[in-house]
């Protein structure tokens, strides 16, 4: 099946610092991409949609300026959390669809970023 | 929010046939049923989707039933690697977002 990889699996930083997180996809395109982030014992919730050559799609109560999402080829998205603080610790997950034409196109899944501020 | 409603969780002996229930009773026309799991500190795997017809992989099997308003997930043979939280998601396919419930979490005893 198609392969989604995201880097770092893991990072850990102070507080106030920026981290970027990349999600590739690494055997198929895709002109959409998309982000979600898990709290302990929660379900995925997703952010934001990243459109390839144009801006992002943000959930509401996401704050755009705070997650900054780049698309800038087929294979490639990042998310940077910008001016990271302790509760922006969480684990941040990417999704991408190959593309094909017609419904029925399933969302490949990253292996996760466990993001720690300290 | 999610079109969803599972249980929140199911136990399984190890070797038996899992049965995943899921309703959807507000399931539009060109929405598939689609089913992934999560297993701890994992990203989300796809299992199966299916439209109208019951559908079949090496995974898994997926009964949807006519009207369409409920679904069952099927593992035929359970093992302890299955022991993960699995969503039942409602989806158009393409560039749609994916919108994950609670899940259910299913514990595969030895």
């Known amino acids: ?7 770092p699996s893991w990072v850990i930083c102070k507080s106030g610092t920026s981290v970027k997180i990349e999600c590739r996809s690494l055997d198929f395109q895709a002109t959409t991409m998309f982000w979600y982030r898990q709290f302990p014992k929660q379900s995925l919730m997703l952010m ?5 050559g144009s801006k992002a799609t943000y959930e509401q109560g996401v704050e755009k300026d705070k997650f900054l999402i780049n698309h800038a080829s087929l294979t490639l998205s990042t998310l940077t959390v910008t001016s990271a603080h302790p509760e922006d610790s969480s684990f941040y997950i990417c999704s991408a669809s190959p593309l094909t034409s017609g419904g029925g196109r399933e969302q490949f899944f990253g292996p996760g970023t466990r993001l720690t501020v300290l | ?18 049965n995943l229930p899921c309703n959807h009773s507000t399931i539009s026309g060109n929405e598939y ?28 099997s997926l009964i949807i039933t006519e009207d369409r308003k409920s679904s069952t997930l099927i593992l035929p043979h359970a093992t302890l690697r299955d022991t993960a939280v ?25």
């Open chain 1, 1 to 7: 099946g198609a392969v989604v990889s995201q880097h």
């Open chain 2, 1 to 18: 929010d999610a079109k969803t409603t599972q249980p929140p969780s199911m136990d399984c002996a190890e070797g038996r046939a899992a």
């Open chain 2, 33 to 60: 049923v689609y089913w992934y799991r999560q297993i701890h500190s994992q990203g989300p795997q796809y299992i199966i989707h299916g439209l109208k017809n019951n559908e079949t992989n090496e995974m898994a």
């Open chain 2, 86 to 110: 699995y969503y039942c998601i409602l989806y158009p396919g393409g560039s749609e977002k994916l919108v994950f419930g609670k899940g259910m979490k299913l514990t595969v005893n030895p």
């Open chain 1, 48 to 52: 934001a949609t990243s459109n390839e």
